[in-house]
């Protein structure tokens, strides 16, 4: 899910640099991600906020000096992770994270301790980031609620544990929270408090326990500025109908991976009335089915590892632009040409599609998805264009069509009942650029045993002629 990744990181980027460039006092520099900038000459700390932070440090564990900066004879605004105001010199974002590893992992020698009280000092803080920390299952403290002026609040993945405290609800100011990714018993049993931060456009609680809760959409869609929701294996479930009246009208992104949706009522999600949606993911819920046709300005949708069957809805038809479409791991059967009939072409470039129980012939109108890029079609019963030769064998051709999309740069047609050449197409990429990201070409055809030319090892009979390549 690269290209989720890519999408959730510019939104928050984006997002926080919004909100401080719109901010009335102006700021050293924009918050994480970017790295803070050098701060100006004239700017000093004050001494009272420069205590509170040191009493911060005292109670913190740090067996990897990444604090190591923050001294008593230095200015607290040169500290590492501190960033102070321009106009008023006070401390306005607070950043303390430990270092991660390619996979996100905390490594060893992560910040931990308690968090002291003393933050409370800070009556300007914009910006609190304890990202990546190790809290060994410690609570969120209750006080952080007091901290009034925080527009942007991020605990992520700091082992934090217990119930996420209904102080926060008083920071009315919120902007962004994340809370996501902690300890496993790290629950909200009621999220009553999450309705008073009228203010808030980016949530991200993924991972933490919310299956008590059976009002869940009634109390998000009393905040009718979010942009992007993230509530992936929470362990939410079917117990109450949605919203009439959906005020979620800025919705861009709504990710529900990973819940307990295990019946047809799952499907009404992907029939929530949410106008502005663009990003929707609900693989791994259970789903059996739904209408999209609501979801007219979705451009990535997520459906894979459920439990769809037979054919998707002719309301896929209606999707004009959509751009990725994942249905990998359900167990939708029938045709493919009908399949091709229901999605839409104009925008698509990236189709899932691997793992089902799908027929029939490899339709030589896939030339029409001329955006594609990825084209997954692995683990279905496929079996190309019968053709028959003079010697009246028949055989099951992959259509050389597939080698007019010139924008494809994955495929993956492994598993099937292919047979015969490989086209020259898309066998050996006499021309363009089309495939030459693949690393391992043969793969993508393995599972196939009466494939033969290059670039698999088995070599065609003289019988068996390739379909010729284009000219340049």
């Known amino acids: 899910m690269a290209r989720r990744e890519r999408l959730i990181q510019a939104t928050v980027t984006l997002l926080v640099l919004a909100t401080w460039l719109c901010q009335s006092s102006s700021a050293v520099a924009v918050p994480a991600p970017p790295p803070p900038q050098p701060h100006p000459k004239n700017i000093t700390c004050v001494p009272g906020e420069r205590d509170a932070l040191l009493a911060f440090k005292a109670g913190l564990t740090d067996p990897n000096n990444y604090l190591s900066s923050w001294r008593v004879e230095e200015d607290c605004c040169w500290w590492t992770g501190v960033e102070c105001s321009y106009r008023i010199d006070h401390v306005v974002s607070l950043h303390v994270n430990s270092d991660t590893d390619l996979y996100g992992e905390i490594m060893p020698g992560a910040i931990g301790g308690q968090i002291s009280s003393s933050l409370l000092t800070l009556r300007h803080l914009k910006y609190l980031d304890l990202s990546y920390n190790n809290f060994s299952g410690s609570p969120i403290p209750e006080f952080i609620g007091g901290l009034r002026s925080l527009k942007h609040l991020a605990l992520t993945s700091s082992s934090f544990d217990g119930r996420i405290p209904p102080h926060l609800g008083n920071l ?5 929270l994340d809370l996501s990714f902690q300890s496993h018993g790290f629950c909200s049993p009621d999220l009553a408090w999450l309705s008073r931060l009228r203010k808030l456009q980016y949530l991200n609680i993924s991972e933490v326990d919310l299956s008590a809760n059976v009002n869940w959409t009634h109390v998000v869609n009393m905040l009718p500025s979010l942009i992007t929701l993230e509530l992936a294996a929470c362990g939410l479930q079917n117990t109450m109908t949605l919203p009439l009246h959906s005020n979620l009208t800025s919705l861009d992104t709504l990710d529900l991976e990973s819940n307990s949706f295990n019946s047809s009522f799952g499907a009404n999600y992907l029939a929530w009335d949410l106008p502005m949606l663009t990003y929707l993911d609900l693989s791994n819920c259970g789903i059996q089915g739904g209408d999209v046709g609501n979801l007219t300005s979705i451009q990535l949708l997520s459906l894979s590892r459920n439990n769809f069957s037979r054919m998707v809805p002719s309301t896929f038809k209606k999707l004009k632009k959509l751009q ?15 399949l091709f009939h229901r999605l839409p072409t104009n925008e698509l470039q990236e189709l899932d599609l691997g793992n089902n129980k799908l027929s029939g012939e490899i339709p030589v109108g896939i030339q029409e998805l001329t955006n594609l890029e990825e ?10 264009i019968v053709t028959e030769d003079h010697f009246i064998n028949m055989t099951r051709q992959i259509p050389h069509e597939i080698g007019m999309l010139v ?4 495929l993956n047609l492994s598993w099937n009942h292919l047979s015969s050449a490989i086209p020259q197409t898309i066998g050996t990429i006499p021309f363009g650029n089309q495939l030459r990201t693949l690393d391992d070409q043969p793969s993508i ?28």
């Not at 084209?375 to 190309?384: A, V």
């Not at 599972?447 to 340049?472: H, I, K, M, W």
């Open 445 to 472: 055809y393995i599972g196939n045993p009466g494939l033969c030319g290059p670039p698999v090892s088995r070599n065609c009979s003289q019988t068996e002629t390739t379909t010729p390549a284009p000219e340049d």
């Open 407 to 410: 924008a494809l740069k994955n």
């Open 375 to 384: 084209l997954w079609l692995d683990s279905n019963n496929l079996h190309g």
């Open 324 to 338: 990725l479409l994942q249905l990998s791991e359900n167990f939708i059967s029938g045709d493919i040409e009908d």
């Open 172 to 176: 009315s100011n919120l902007v962004s």
